[in-house]
């Protein structure tokens, strides 16, 4: 059975406490790298995979994208994406990402944020995504950083007074199932190394344009002075890539 946390009542409120659940894209730490990594949206079709809040497709939608399609396991995540953009015209389903079947070449733009971690099989979905994509399309996602994913921990080593000492990476070959810690509830995550994540991309018949692991902006750090340490390893990775 496919992962659905966020429509554990406990676990969909404390997303929503997160900046970026609170704020949108602003507030979220990569963004002003991902947002450069995009094509230009104006007369596109666009699908956003693991769209949660709509943040996403309301970007691309008032960026001029003639039909946006957000897809989202979660129910409570499709009304809350509902509820955002309520005044433009996306288009929301219910659906696992994997589970995607839409016809071949439809979209100009297949876009996903921080989805693909949660996945079983990546092979699959990224040779799917190609199908569905039209020549020349673009395909952009981000995705949690090996480095970050290797051990289920996710977390720094502390001293005795609970100072961060440094982030600890073990068992980076081991490409299986971690079972992590986030928002105080246990979720699935599966571990890849940087090799595997690429060369997926490349198998799946396209051309990558563009790798980032972002750190927060000037403004970020401003704003939210507490992710100062994620200036001390990646916690994401970000690809950019076109169909062959």
Known sequence: MKQNKYDDNNFFESYGKMPRSIDGLNSAGEWYILRKMLPEFQGKNVLDLG???????????????????????????????????????????????EDINFEPERFDVVFSSLAFHYLKELKTVFRKINQTLKKGGSFVFSMEHPVF????????????????????????????????????????????????????????NFDIREISEPKPSEEILKKYPEMKDEMRRPIFIMISAIKK
Not at 56 to 61: E, G, P, Q, R
Not at 62 to 73: H, S
Not at 149 to 166: K, M, Y
Not at 170 to 177: G, H, L, P, R, T
């Open 51 to 97: 769209c949660g809040y709509g943040w996403h497709c309301i970007y691309a939608k008032q960026q001029g994208a003639e039909n946006v399609i957000g897809i989202d396991l979660s129910q409570k995540m499709i009304d809350k994406a509902k509820e955002n953009s309520k005044d433009l015209a996306i288009d929301y389903k219910q659906m696992a990402i």
């Open 149 to 204: 994913t290797s051990r289920a921990e996710q977390d720094w080593f502390t001293d005795e007074s609970e100072n961060r000492l440094h982030w600890p990476i073990d068992n980076y070959q081991d490409e299986s199932k971690r079972k992590s810690q986030f928002l105080g509830h246990k979720v699935t995550k599966y571990h890849r190394t940087l090799e595997t994540i690429i060369n997926t991309v490349i198998q799946s």
